[in-house]
């Protein structure tokens, strides 16, 4: 059955009007009844699809028709299913957790402590040096840092774990075959061979703006805790903390100037009362706990 089951989520991935929520929906039928030769009606039923059904049901026959290329297909990814033992504990704790993670790299690293350090693209000097600061320390403690590899505060985190013998995880909003930005083209691939990149989306599968907030439910949920340097109103880093702040993880914030747009959502949080923080001490200082 787990080879049946581990075909029938990649199936299910791969088509179009089903989400993840719908995946996990047949997923806990299949456990609950012992099994997973459903029909295609069957699975329409079970995840709840109305408004998508005519996509999902010409979807799902087009990769029936497909048969051995599907297969093929499979056999070019890497992935962690949620029922396997290698699958992150504390993303599981998370809402709509992704029933799939496709990785390139050391997929061992999804075992060890992480703290996620996100921010503003457009990182101004100020970001950039505290991200050079906080990095090497925290690092150096064993922390295992989780970013998007976006432009920015991002990839000047996993450069600056990476630059110090330190280990980074980058989770992306489309196909690991794509690289989005193509500014972090280089970094994307040295990640795939030295650290770890994952995603919840098969290969071929373009950015999409709807993916980046999903994304970044996953960079929150892996972590203990989420530190957040410089942040515009309503971007998406200011929404990977308030997920983390949902998740019951610790958050941190590192302040910016009053005068700058990359500080609101730094300072919404704060005045919400998310912890400030002045040192990668502070961070240390209060992560100790969850060692």
């Known amino acids: 059955m787990d080879k049946e089951l581990r075909e029938l989520l990649f199936r299910l991935v791969n088509c179009q009007g089903i989400g993840n929520i719908g995946i996990l929906k047949i997923l806990s039928f299949i456990i609950e009844n012992d099994y997973v030769n459903l029909s295609k009606n069957e699975l329409l039923q079970i995840a709840e699809i109305k408004k998508y059904a005519p996509q999902f049901l010409a979807s799902w026959e087009r990769l029936n028709q497909l048969g051995e290329k599907v297969k093929q297909f499979q056999s070019e990814h890497q992935f962690l299913t949620i029922l396997d033992a290698q699958f992150p504990v504390l993303l599981k704790e998370i809402y709509n957790c992704p029933a799939v993670l496709f990785y390139k790299g050391n997929i061992n690293l999804l075992q060890e402590k992480a703290l996620a350090v996100v921010g503003a693209r457009d990182a101004s000097a100020y970001g950039i040096k505290v991200v050079r600061e906080f990095i090497p320390p925290i690092a150096a403690a064993g922390w295992v840092i989780v970013s998007g590899l976006a432009k920015g505060i991002d990839s000047k985190s996993h450069e600056a774990a990476m630059n110090n013998a330190g280990k980074t995880i980058g989770v992306v909003g489309t196909g690991l075959d794509c690289c989005y930005p193509r500014e972090t083209a280089v970094l994307h691939r040295r990640m795939a061979e030295e650290q770890l990149i994952i995603s919840e989306y098969p290969n071929g599968t373009p950015p999409r703006k709807h993916h980046f907030p999903m994304r970044n439910r996953i960079i929150a949920g892996l972590a203990r805790g989420t530190c957040l340097i410089e ?20 958050v941190f914030v590192v302040p910016g100037n009053i005068f700058l747009p990359h500080s609101e959502g730094c300072h919404t949080l704060l005045y919400e009362g998310a912890n400030s923080v002045f040192s990668p001490e502070d961070i240390l200082n209060e992560m100790r706990f969850f060692c």
């Open 231 to 250: 942040a515009r109103k309503n971007s998406g880093s200011l929404i990977t903390a308030q997920s983390a702040l949902e998740y019951g993880r610790e």
